[in-house]
């Protein structure tokens, strides 16, 4: 007998069909004597409709009783999943953040949790009764009703699973794991059985669209076991591996993995910015000039490279951002002209970052050259490369994207079954 917390996303609850497919994934699991928690997203396109009709209301709106609109998604979704479970005679009883409690900051609309008292659910989990809660929310200390942001339920899932002491967190979603890159792109890439937290943290990071970011960094602190798996495989398969984990993707430690493969997967962002500030004078606290502006207004800084002329007098900065962030960064920048002290101002969008990644790097000379000879051989230029301990990424021109994660897949070897 294990304890279990199964989240389910919103393609995974969109109607009450699906949301009985979902029922009959969790009676599989009652049915196996494991105690479970199940953590749900609201239905698919909910959420979007909501946030909307609160913008209609008001642009100006306040942050406080957005919270308390958008997170109905998530309570309806609970509620109903937690009847159609007792119309299947499992006895089970939804709960909303604010009534484990959840507790969060008071940054509405993007709240971060502070703590969790698990142990109301552990009680309800050991007399064998589901407990469905609303993910994506919680409660501040003043009682307010605080979400956590889109993508938050995954978070929730995570930190429930934790505060349970779970042996697993099960993410369904729409696809059977987690893969060496977009089979949308690539469709030789395979799906993975295990991939390191730290690894999967760099996907999702770098625009793997698989599990939110927060939630890897969560499972990644408190060592969470997490499969990513698909809803809507047969509910009544009961098929496992040999160790007894179900087939899905496995985030896990480092050192579940045997053998580490050098290159574990490539990611791919689209919609990226450069901007390029010329002629700067090398100074200290030029860079903070720069930077400490933006962050303030929430201009969320990629990869940045500083070129210095060989007289030491002036350099070049260069930085990414969103697309959608790039003239409000140049007008920040533009602000402190006199400050900076730069001689021209450079922007472009229509720009993607390609990543390699694998923890297997750190060990193995030679990852980057290969990446940079395989790009230019099919003429693909590369204007920005940033690295780390098991990531390279490139910044390159938008349309030569599918031609890139195509190229880099097959260089490292990552079509080959």
Known sequence: MARLVMKFG????????????VAAHVKREVAAGHQVAVVVSAMAGKTNELVAWCRG????????????????????????????????????????????????????????????????????????RVAVVAGFQGVDKDGRIATLGRGGSD????????????????IYTDVDGVYTTDPRVVPKARRLDKVSFEEMLEMASLGSKVLQVRSVELAMVHKVRTFVRSSFEDPNNTKTQPNGDPFGTLICDEDEIVEQEVVTGIAYSKDEAQISIRRVPDKPGVAAAVFVPLAEANVNVDMIVQNIAADGAETDITFTCPAIDCDRAKAVIEERAAAIGYQSLEAATGMCKVSVIGVGMRSHAGVAAQAFKALSTKGINIRAITTSEIKISVLIDEAYTELAVRTLHSVYGLDKA
């Open 10 to 21: 919103g393609t995974s609850v969109a109607d009450l069909d699906r949301i009985r497919n």
């Open 155 to 170: 978070t929730s899932a995570v930190a429930i699973a934790a505060a349970v002491k779970a042996d697993r967190c099960d």
């Open 57 to 128: 209301a008001s642009p100006l709106h306040d942050a406080r009783e957005y919270d308390a609109v958008v997170a109905s998604g998530e309570q309806v979704t609970s509620g109903l999943l937690a009847i159609v479970l007792q119309s299947m005679g499992i006895d089970a009883r939804s709960w909303q953040g604010w009534q484990i409690p959840l507790i969060t900051d008071e940054a509405h609309g993007a709240a971060r949790i502070q703590s969790i008292d698990g142990s109301r659910l552990i009680a309800e989990m050991e007399e064998g």
